[in-house]
């Protein structure tokens, strides 16, 4: 995948996660504390957060990306 490819890929993933996490779509996944199904759940605020963090992490990539080459 070439670099104008990739931050096409950050930039879709970044806006996909946000959507997802303010639309509600993130607070249907299952995800868990711990490593067995026992432990408690996320929260719904947690979901939601975490889909945040990703979509930020995304961002932050796309960033690192653009800035390559340029110093």
Do not use: C, V
Not at 10 to 32: D, F, L, P
Not at 57 to 69: I, W
């Amino acid at each position: 995948m070439d670099k104008e490819a990739r931050l096409k890929f950050h930039e879709m993933q970044a806006n996909w996660w946000m959507h997802s996490a303010t639309n509600g779509h993130a607070a249907t996944r299952k995800m868990y504390h711990g490593i067995s199904s026992d432990d408690r759940p996320f929260t719904p605020e947690e979901l939601r957060d975490d889909a945040m963090k990703i979509s930020k992490r995304h961002m932050d990539l796309y960033l690192e990306l653009a800035e390559l080459g340029k110093e």
